[in-house]
Structures are given as C-alpha cells and as structure tokens.
Nanobody, 122 residues
Framework: QVQLVESGGGLVQTGGSLRLSCAVT????????MGWFRQAPGKEREFVAA????????VYADSVKGRFTISRDNAKNTVYLQMNSLKPEDTAVYYC???????????????WGQGTQVTVSS
C-alpha cells in the first residue's frame, strides 16, 4: 500500500522560507510524477508544482514560479518543495500527491498525503 507523508510545515514570516518533504512508503513510484497542491480556507485545492521521478522534469504554477522549487531524492523516496520569499497568500494546507504522468489537475492524482499546514504571517 502506498503512503505519502508530508512534513516541514509551520509558521513563518513574510519573506521567509520553508522546505516541505513528502516521504513515499510502500511500493516504489518510480514511473509516477509527484505533485504538490495547496488549499486555503474557503478556496479550492490548487496546483503548485510537479516533478517526474524518472527524469526530473518539472512544472510550476505561475503564482510560485521563481520562488518555489520542487525536487526529488530517488534514494530516499522523498520529494521536496523548497519555498522562498513566502507571502501571506501562500498560507494553506499543502498536499503531496502521485499521478501516472505529469499533471496539473488534482483528479489525475491517485495517491494523496494528509497535508501539512503552512502559515505565512504579515
């Protein structure tokens, strides 16, 4: 059974940085793509970034391009989201997910983590 476990969320001031981690346990997902999504209170879940395990190809939402970086460590079965220059509008619960291909729509993702809270204070 595949499990995705996020960590690294917390409270940070505007302009600060956080690094989220998503550990994959169970069977390897080497043929999958891994994505990060976020959901703020009262808003729909939105795509943040995604990466293909095999070749490291990435895609980002325009709102985070240049500030966030997604990466993976194949040996550790872990995906990271480095978030710099954080803004109050980045406040949300961040979710890690796995899909069979690089995708920006949440319905393409088969596996989801439980989420980790990121709060950016002004």
């Amino acid at each position: 059974q595949v499990q995705l476990v996020e960590s690294g969320g917390g409270l940070v001031q505007t302009g600060g940085s956080l690094r989220l981690s998503c550990a994959v346990t169970g069977r390897p997902l080497s043929s999958y793509a891994m994505g990060w999504f976020r959901q703020a209170p009262g808003k729909e879940r939105e795509f943040v970034a995604a990466i293909i395990w095999r070749d490291g190809s990435t895609v980002y939402a325009d709102s985070v391009k240049g500030r966030f970086t997604i990466s993976r460590d194949n040996a550790k079965n872990t995906v990271y989201l480095q978030m710099n220059s954080l803004k109050p509008e980045d406040t949300a619960v961040y979710y890690c997910a796995a899909a069979r291909g690089l995708a920006v729509r949440s319905r393409a993702y088969d596996y989801w983590g439980q989420g980790t809270q990121v709060t950016v204070s002004s």
